[in-house]
């Protein structure tokens, strides 16, 4: 019996080359609508489905594919006497090849200005439907639903070599296609209906490049990107130079992105480290943001992350290229800054538009046996929203640098202390067990620099120690979130030094 292909794709990369070599090879093509008429005007014998099913396409071509002599030929076991022996009851001839790719949604709901009607129409049924039983009937039909894999497979069926192992490769990709296809779309009602956290939640990705290793050699890793990702990430950004981003690289990129997506009103630069910032400066000029970023910690910069919300120019390049930085992330870099920075071989070098509004999304953790979902932390404390607790007020200058450093601890790990002046963080204290300990280490990375400094604390003082660790450095104003039981004992701590402070009655947890 003559082989037979349905072949009905949306997307008609390389469909004519494909089916020409089907039809030398003596397969017989069925097919529909716009594939049907490019492969006729192509000079490709092929005939309509309704000649197989004798019933016409309806409902604006809703319904064509959805008969039983098109899924009888689908289904059938041909190892079954009984399926066969229904075939040639119903005169249903079975299909060999299916050749089906689907509507494109993602691509619909990426156009601007699209309509809810526009997206509904374009949720594929049929084709679905056809590569779901052409793949579950895999020892028997060569499924295919990507135009990468047309070539391998004509090469198979030449050499006769369209194995079981095959067959299951590409039932393989059909399921996973399908999967992330219905993932949008359930996505998309999800958020139409404002639901936060369904019953289900099914999230998809996909892959935007294999990694030498994971967070350590031993360990395989990959880079997946969310569809339709929108706002400032990482997974839009254009590497312009530099080896290949590791997973640490992207791990902390991501979290300098973070951070910096928290400055864009001014010149920023943020250093980052183990996904900690180990400095951050903003200033009139992203040269003079950088240098007080570096001043902030000249050591823990070394091999570090380098976010900037400006474009590079050749004054600050000339200042990065001095030491050894993993990856620089901005808007743009100039043409003499990239001249500069390229000279280095490895440095990694990402352009990424910042002008977009932040992405709003959900944040996914995986644990063993399932995974940990909430809303991002897109948490501020506005001036406003301020309490003022103690005796003594901010002076104007205090508090532009208690919002600075608050939005600075915010991303630095639990249990987390940050001292900053002038715009400038000063000492960071993360991920420690107790607070005082955070607080110890950012004060003795700030020295000096501690006089006069501001402290933000992640979480409120369960104790007074930390207050008195920052009266002995000269701290002069404290944010906290506040809510302790023993609030009271801090309170009296900095009005016994006239140290003003305040809450923001919001913590920044971060683990």
């Not at 107790?434 to 004060?443: C, D, F, T």
């Not at 604390?457 to 023993?486: C, H, L, N, W, Y």
Request: aromatic fraction near 6%; proline fraction near 4%; include cysteine.
């Amino acid at each position: 019996m003559k082989k037979r292909a349905l072949i009905s794709v949306s997307n008609k990369e390389n469909i004519i080359d494909f089916a020409n070599n089907l039809t030398e090879l003596g397969v017989e093509i069925i097919s529909t609508g716009g594939t049907l008429r490019v492969l006729k005007e192509a000079g490709i014998p092929a005939f309509p489905v309704d000649e197989v099913t004798g019933f016409p396409e309806i409902l604006d071509g809703r319904v064509k594919t959805l008969h039983p002599l098109i899924h009888g030929g689908l289904l059938a076991k041909r190892s079954e006497a009984a399926h066969m022996e229904q075939l040639e009851a119903n005169q249903i001839t079975p299909i060999d090849f299916v050749i089906v790719n689907l509507y494109p949604f993602k691509q619909t709901l990426e156009q601007e200005g699209v309509s809810h009607e526009e997206v509904i129409e374009n949720i594929d049924i049929g084709g679905p439907t056809m590569l779901r039983a052409a793949a579950k009937n895999y020892t028997d039909i060569t499924v295919v639903v990507d135009p990468a894999d047309y070539s391998s497979v004509i090469e198979n069926v030449r050499n006769n070599t369209l194995d079981m192992n095959k067959r299951q490769q590409l039932a393989a990709k059909v399921f996973r296609h399908t999967a992330n296809y219905d993932a949008l779309i359930a996505n998309y009602f999800t958020e139409q209906t404002e639901e936060r956290f369904p019953e289900t939640y099914t999230i998809t990705y996909e892959k935007a490049q294999n990694l030498r290793y994971g967070e350590n050699p031993h360990q395989e890793a990959a880079f997946y990107r969310k569809p339709l990702s929108g706002g400032v990430n990482l997974a839009t950004a254009q590497q312009l130079h530099g080896k290949e981003l590791s997973y640490n690289n992207i791990q902390d990129a991501n979290a300098a992105l973070e951070i910096i997506a928290e400055y864009l009103e001014s010149p920023a630069v943020v250093a980052v480290k183990h996904m900690n910032p180990c400095g951050i400066g903003v200033a009139e000029t992203i040269s003079k943001a950088f240098d007080r970023a570096y001043e902030a910690d000249p050591i823990s910069i070394f091999g570090g992350i380098i976010a900037s919300n400006r474009e590079i120019d050749e004054e600050t390049a000339k200042e990065l290229s001095k030491i050894f930085l993993e990856i620089v992330l901005a808007p743009g870099f100039t043409e003499k800054a990239l001249d500069i920075l390229t000279q280095k071989k490895n440095i990694r070098l990402l352009k990424l538009d910042m002008d977009t509004k932040k992405e709003t999304t959900h944040k996914v953790t995986s644990v063993g046996g399932g995974v940990l979902i909430q809303t991002q932390d897109d948490g501020m404390a506005k001036p406003d929203e301020l309490t003022v607790v103690t005796k003594r007020q901010p002076t104007e200058q205090e508090l532009t640098d208690l919002l600075f450093a608050w939005k600075a601890v915010k991303h630095v790990k639990s249990n987390a202390i940050v001292l900053a002046k002038g715009n400038q963080t000063v000492g960071i204290g993360a991920g420690q067990m107790n607070r005082i300990g955070a607080a110890q280490i950012a004060i003795e990375q700030a020295g000096d620099k501690a006089l006069e400094s501001v402290l933000a604390s992640d979480a409120f003082f369960p104790m007074p120690d930390t207050v008195e660790a920052a009266v002995k450095a000269g701290v002069s104003a404290i944010i906290q979130p506040g809510g302790s039981k023993r609030d009271e004992d801090s309170i009296k701590v900095c009005d016994a030094h006239n140290i003003a402070m305040v809450y923001t009655g919001m913590r920044h947890f971060k683990h």
